[in-house]
């Protein structure tokens, strides 16, 4: 059985939505790399012994790596 997700960035036109589910927390973010950030901070915070969104955050920079923002 594998643990629900706890920590949800959703992506829209505008901008990406971060939430975490137990903790009934949100923020807004322009971009994926800030959202990423923003959810690893709060997981840092909130839930230390989970690791989740630090390895999604280190997934995306990977993909991600060497592309220029969209500005």
């Given at each position: 059985m594998?643990?629900?997700r706890m920590i949800r960035l959703e992506k829209s036109p505008v901008g990406v939505t971060v939430t975490c589910a137990p903790c009934q927390w949100a923020a807004f973010r322009f971009d994926m790399a800030e959202a990423h950030e923003?959810?690893?901070a709060h997981e840092q915070r909130a839930h230390p012994g989970d690791y989740r969104a630090r390895n999604a955050a280190q997934m995306y920079e990977?993909?991600?790596a060497g592309r220029k923002p969209n500005v």
């Open positions: 594998t643990k629900p923003t959810a690893c990977r993909r991600h």
